[in-house]
């Protein structure tokens, strides 16, 4: 009887003592998980500053008028001008920079909101429905992605010419409603994301294709629809080469094209010659500010949506 009991009670100290063990082999563990790599460390702030010192240095340059801009260390201050070169900027040729802006806003949300609903109804119908020539199409897309947009340039102005509608907004703002890669980006996202058996139990319920999309589907693709949204929005803004070659007008210009013309002109001696260096800064610091607010503004839908999903997980 005393055996047993001896037995019975140190089986629990045994227990406790490899808990413990165990225990301290896991923080050893995390500590040394921990530790920082200082090769991963340098690679970090290498690609960092690959990305914040054109920043910075944008933001610098803005501040400083075209004589300090030539004779100044480029990431450190000079005369503080950046008032000046605002008024500059909203004086030169009646304020043409300002409906600039305007015409970029106008062309990148609409091209961003029409080609995140296209990419996520094209997305969502590859995802979940199976229908003839359906895997030629998805094939097509992916192939599509890899076509370079300058490649396809030339021929766009051909047919746009032929259809009399270059020089209009609609030059720049239909061809950026197509979006293979948010199209891929949404069948991948909208077949882990849409349950097939919910969508089975709103047709039980009377419900038609059209309203399980607008009512079940687009609330659980919030996150995927403001991600291709986003890269939308960005590539719109940031065209070039399209809006270049189709429009004329100087008032139809988005920004990209407006100021890289007044940029030439300062290098060519024209417009006022070095008067417009310090305006081109002053507006590229400009145009980058709504993208940055709008990345700022849409991160939240990402974050609910991560955290929609940890829960369900």
């Known amino acids: 009887m005393s055996a047993v009991t001896s037995e019975k009670v140190g089986a629990p100290g045994r227990g406790a003592s490899s808990a413990t063990g165990r225990a301290s082999r896991r923080r050893s563990k995390g500590r040394a998980g921990s530790r920082k790599s200082p090769l ?13 010192l054109p920043l910075i ?3 610098i340059s803005s501040t400083k008028d075209n004589g300090d801009l030539f004779s100044t260390f480029g990431y450190w201050f000079g005369k503080f001008n950046l008032v000046a070169n605002v008024e500059s900027l909203s004086t030169y040729q009646g304020g043409i920079f300002w409906h600039w802006l305007i015409n970029t806003v106008v062309y990148s949300v609409t091209s961003a909101v029409l080609a995140a609903f296209f990419a996520t109804a094209a997305g969502y119908a590859f995802a979940k429905y199976v229908f003839p020539g359906s895997k030629a199409l998805f094939y097509s897309v992916l192939g599509a992605i890899m076509i370079p947009t300058t490649a396809l340039a030339i021929p766009t102005f051909l047919l746009f010419s032929s259809a009399g509608l270059t020089d209009t907004p609609f030059a720049v703002v239909l061809p950026s409603l197509v979006s293979p890669f948010g199209v891929f980006l949404m069948s991948v996202y909208a077949a882990d994301a849409v349950d097939t058996s919910l969508m089975e139990a709103a047709r039980i319920d009377g419900a038609g294709e059209f309203r399980i999309f607008f009512q079940v589907a687009l609330r659980l693709l919030g996150p995927g629809i403001v991600t ?5 929005l960005v590539a719109t803004w940031n065209n070039y080469f399209l809006p270049l070659i189709m429009l004329n007008t100087q008032t139809l210009f988005p920004l990209t094209v407006g100021l890289s013309q007044w940029e030439a002109a300062s290098s060519s001696g024209g417009g006022g010659s070095q008067a417009l260096f310090s305006s081109v800064i002053t507006g590229s610091l400009i145009s980058i500010l709504p993208l940055v607010i709008a990345f700022l503004y849409l991160q939240r839908f990402w974050q609910s949506g991560l955290a929609t999903g940890g829960v369900k997980g």
């Not at 991963?40 to 914040?52: G, S």
């Open 40 to 52: 991963l460390t340098v690679i970090l702030w290498v690609i960092a500053a690959y990305f914040l």
């Open 57 to 59: 240095w944008l933001v």
């Open 228 to 232: 291709v949204l986003l890269f939308a």
